[in-house]
């Protein structure tokens, strides 16, 4: 048992494990690690019970992923810091000054739908209403990381999210840059993003189409400009309030703690298993790794419990609710479809 707890919290992925165990709750999400069959991002096992990620055929449930608590390799601050970085970079640009086109900066190599994205980019031939650029993360990190910042990156009115090997840890950073997020329809889902509702907080993007999808929903909101600002910011306003910190470990404490009226055992330290305290995680790292460790450690309990948590929905509360979120995207795809009858009706 002390070789297989030693395992978990020194395997491959032991930054992220370390990063999630050095957190405001700290108990609890020792317990939890113990439970992750993965912590990896990309995990497609069938024998998690918890991941970062799911999707419409399994059962998973989705926590928090570690990014909330920094990402080191990527020199990305703790959640609460990179917020602030985000705000401030939203007030340098008012939104119709912005730049009339979709944005996106990321690794197109770690799934084909990306790579696929780029030939929608802007060229001699064809103008898709896009500036997509390639973020090399190893050039990056040789250069100091000046040319990432997110909170550099709220300059465009239009921002593209699209999911990489499973979901992207950049949705929330997209999301909140108060430009409207065209949301490029994603197999994986997070712990939030089924919250979120088309034509509200964001602009769903067909995935099997991206190019002339794009260019209509681009199109659409620069005609539309007061509707695409208002989609824009009421997305930013859904990541910035209902997902702060609290929020998050409220969401964290209720999962837990419902999840742990099911267990039909009662947890024990197992024999031998050593505990690892704050100190003890600091002592194995340094650099931005303990820096964003230390950022993102709450040095005092809250002073208040935890929020109620809300009745489940109704059977028939939930339909109603899927129903929307399932019509919004067919009125995008209906104006979409009309936009290119008429132009190429136009053209003939």
């Known amino acids: 048992m002390n070789k297989t707890y030693q395992k978990l919290f020194y395997g491959g992925s032991n930054q992220q494990q370390k990063r999630f165990m050095f957190s405001k709750k700290a108990k ?45 390799e990527t020199n990305i601050k703790p959640w609460e810091n990179t917020l602030k970085d985000i705000k401030e970079g939203n007030k340098k640009t008012n939104w119709k000054d912005r730049v009339p086109y979709a944005y996106w900066k990321g690794n197109p190599y770690v799934s084909p739908t990306r790579q696929n994205l780029l ?18 993360w190893v050039q990056e990190s040789n250069q100091g990381y000046k040319k990432s910042s997110l ?25 909140a840059c108060d430009s409207m997020t065209l949301f490029v329809r994603s197999n994986y889902h997070d712990f939030f993003i089924r919250g979120m509702v088309p034509l509200q ?3 769903p993007i067909r995935d099997n189409s991206k190019c002339t999808s794009l260019k209509f929903a681009v199109e659409w ?13 009421a997305g930013s306003k859904f990541i910035q309030e209902d997902l702060d910190m609290n929020n998050v470990y409220n969401y964290m404490f ?16 197992p024999r031998g298993a050593v505990e690892f305290c704050p100190e003890k995680l600091l002592s194995c790292t340094n650099g931005n790794k303990r820096m964003f460790m230390e950022e993102s450690m709450v040095k005092v309990p809250s002073d208040s419990n935890p929020c109620t948590i809300p009745p489940p929905y109704d059977p ?33």
């Open 28 to 72: 609890v999400s020792c317990l939890v690690a113990a439970s992750f069959c993965a912590f990896a991002v990309w995990t497609v096992s069938h024998f998690c019970i918890i991941k970062y990620c799911s999707d419409q055929w399994s059962l998973d449930i989705v926590f928090p992923d570690w990014s909330f608590w920094g990402w080191a």
């Open 119 to 136: 030939q929608c980019n802007v060229t001699l031939e064809n103008d898709w209403n896009t500036l997509l650029y390639i973020q090399d």
């Open 221 to 233: 909101g620069n005609n539309h400009t007061h509707k695409a600002q208002e989609i824009g910011e």
């Open 254 to 269: 209720h999962l837990l703690n419902e999840y742990a009226k099911l267990l039909m055992f009662k947890p024990t330290i």
């Open 316 to 348: 028939l509360s939930l339909q109603e609710f899927l129903e929307r979120k399932a019509n919004s995207t067919k009125q995008v795809e209906i104006w979409e479809d009309e936009y290119w009858q008429i132009k190429e009706g136009a053209i003939v």
């Open 151 to 175: 909170g550099d990156q709220c300059t465009h009115r239009y921002k593209i999210y699209i999911e990489g090997w499973a979901w992207s840890v950049s949705e929330k950073y997209i999301l």
């Open 201 to 203: 907080h964001y602009w």
